[in-house]
């Protein structure tokens, strides 16, 4: 599809484990010294949507 072709890693759209994992890992110790981050669990895909909006 036209997304998911877009998307650098793999070309899928990330599953609902993905971003549990991400969430558990920032809910969990070995985060401890996050801090006031966006983290984008979509495979790439935010930050070459930016670079094509840009070229």
């Given at each position: 599809?036209?997304?998911?072709?877009?998307?650098p890693?793999?070309?899928?759209?990330?599953?609902?484990?993905?971003?549990a994992?991400?969430?558990?890992?920032?809910?969990?110790?070995?985060?401890?010294?996050?801090?006031?981050?966006?983290?984008?669990?979509?495979?790439g895909?935010?930050h070459?949507?930016?670079?094509?909006?840009n070229a």
């Amino acid at each position: 599809d036209e997304i998911t072709s877009k998307i650098p890693l793999e070309n899928r759209m990330t599953t609902a484990e993905e971003i549990a994992n991400m969430t558990a890992f920032l809910m969990s110790s070995k985060s401890s010294h996050t801090t006031g981050q966006i983290i984008h669990v979509d495979g790439g895909y935010v930050h070459l949507d930016r670079a094509l909006a840009n070229a």
